[in-house]
């Protein structure tokens, strides 16, 4: 079982990255880089947003 929020946010962000790559894109050199973009933006974002709601109290 992974503890850690981050490397659950990391593999998670990995594994839907390769398959919107895999699904959406047709040679490897633009599912590499969709892959690699679909990740950024998926541990960008969730970093940003834990970073918002870091003021506010539980």
Do not use: K
Not at 24 to 49: I, Q, T, Y
């Amino acid at each position: 079982m992974i503890r850690s929020h981050l490397v659950a946010l990391l593999v998670f962000s990995a594994l839907v990255g390769a398959v919107f790559a895999t699904l959406l894109r047709d040679d490897a050199r633009s599912r590499l880089r969709f892959g690699a973009l679909v990740f950024a933006a998926f541990v960008l974002s969730a970093v940003v947003a834990g970073w918002v709601m870091y003021p506010f109290p539980s």
